[in-house]
């Protein structure tokens, strides 16, 4: 018997209509055509997906879901399990990078814990959802109950359904997640059928022995679970996060409400996959920050056609990318929006 999911419903496509007409209002704009490079498609994508001429970011929200992991048992990290909590504090009193950045940019911040081994960590400005203590050793078993990843994903869905009842023009998903980086690359090496040398890489700085360990431990879990890895919410729950699964809720729920979803690094691509991989039809929503320095980023980026804007060799997650790459969008509307056209300022337009 099959379920029917809320992901598996038809979802909004973006209006071509305005991507087309934002292309023509480009050639009309005082700079040789073509010359503003990806910044004019960028600015026509943002058209098509907010059905407006002039796309707006005023209204951008980051959110950052936080989970444990249980594979951090194995040794997998380079930093111990009880940073995950001790971060999201530091997010919450201001002092992470995100933090920094969200406040830089005038973007709202989202702090929400899915699942700490510690509990529930109780800080106000932080939604403390705690689904379960950490997920389970995914090299042992099961990484979460399906209950638990159905809930995962539904608590993203609510976030992107929270920021566009408060009218954000475009969603951030970062993560916080000791452990996250095995759990990614577990998901994308099922996914894409690659091998896991390929795509497994320091995540917080693992070398030599400790990472070749990774890599073995990441194997090990793959071959336990093989045959029962049928398809992404079987990945998901497997092999996921707590914090992956409600990225990508989230962002399947962006693509509900018909906003755009600002892509970070190697752990959040790999919820956008799963995303995809569960509903096709939420890819055009997408759009991609940078490209992480994790190794195996290339290789989901490649799968997901993604072009990223950036590449600073950054690899640190919270959404940081994301929120780096976010005034570039926001370039991208003002030009589009505020330039003269030829005809406005009285220049001399291309010769026919
Ligand atoms: O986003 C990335 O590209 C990225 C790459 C490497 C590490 N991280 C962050 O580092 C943590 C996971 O690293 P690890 O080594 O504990 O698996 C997690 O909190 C992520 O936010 C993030
Ligand atoms: C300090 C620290 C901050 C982070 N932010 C995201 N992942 C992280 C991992 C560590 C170890």
Redesign the pocket.
């Known amino acids: 018997m099959s379920t029917d999911y809320w992901w598996q419903q038809a979802l909004p496509v973006p209006d071509m209509a305005f991507a087309e007409a934002a292309g023509q209002r480009q050639l009309q704009l005082t700079k040789p055509p073509g010359s503003l490079g990806q910044l004019e498609q960028l600015a026509a994508q943002l058209a098509a997906c907010q059905r407006r001429r002039d796309p707006q970011l005023q209204r951008v929200r980051i959110c950052v879901f936080?989970g444990d992991?249980g594979v951090?048992e194995e040794g997998?990290?380079?930093?111990p399990q009880s940073?995950?909590a001790s971060?999201l504090a530091n997010f919450a009193a201001g002092g992470a990078a995100i933090s920094v950045l969200a406040d830089q940019w005038g973007a709202e911040l989202r702090l929400v814990n899915l699942g700490l081994v510690g509990g529930p960590c109780g800080l106000p400005g932080v939604e403390d959802l705690q689904l379960m203590p950490g997920t389970d050793n995914f090299a042992e078993q099961p990484a979460m109950p399906l209950e638990v990843c159905l809930a995962a994903l539904q608590a993203g869905r609510e976030q992107a359904q929270a920021a566009a009842a408060a009218g954000c023009q475009l969603l951030i998903g970062?993560?916080?997640?000791?452990?996250?980086?095995?759990?990614?690359c577990a998901l994308a090496s099922a996914l894409l059928q690659l091998p896991v040398a390929e795509l497994v890489?320091?995540?917080?700085?693992?070398q030599g022995a400790a990472l070749a360990h990774?890599a073995a431990v990441i194997e090990r879990a793959l071959a336990l679970h093989g045959p029962a890895l049928q398809g992404p919410l079987d990945a998901l729950q497997r092999l996921g996060g707590l914090e992956i699964a409600a990225l990508a809720g989230a962002f399947l729920g962006a693509a509900e409400q018909r906003m755009a979803v600002l892509v970070?690094?190697?752990?959040?691509?790999a919820a956008a996959l799963c995303a995809v991989r569960l509903n096709p039809q939420c890819r055009p929503w997408l759009l991609f920050s940078h490209r992480?320095?994790?190794p195996g980023?290339v290789a989901l980026l490649q799968a997901l056609q993604a072009q990223p804007l950036l590449d600073l060799g950054?690899?640190?997650?919270?959404g940081?990318?994301a929120a780096v790459a976010l005034p570039i969008l926001r370039s991208a509307c003002a030009l589009h929006n505020r330039m003269a056209t030829f005809a406005e300022a009285g220049v001399a337009g291309p010769d026919a």
């Open positions: 936080a992991h951090v997998v990290s380079a930093f940073v995950t971060m970062g993560e916080m997640g000791i452990g996250n980086t095995s759990s990614a890489g320091p995540g917080t700085g693992l990774k970070d690094g190697y752990i959040t691509t992480s320095a994790e980023h950054m690899r640190l997650g919270e940081s990318g």
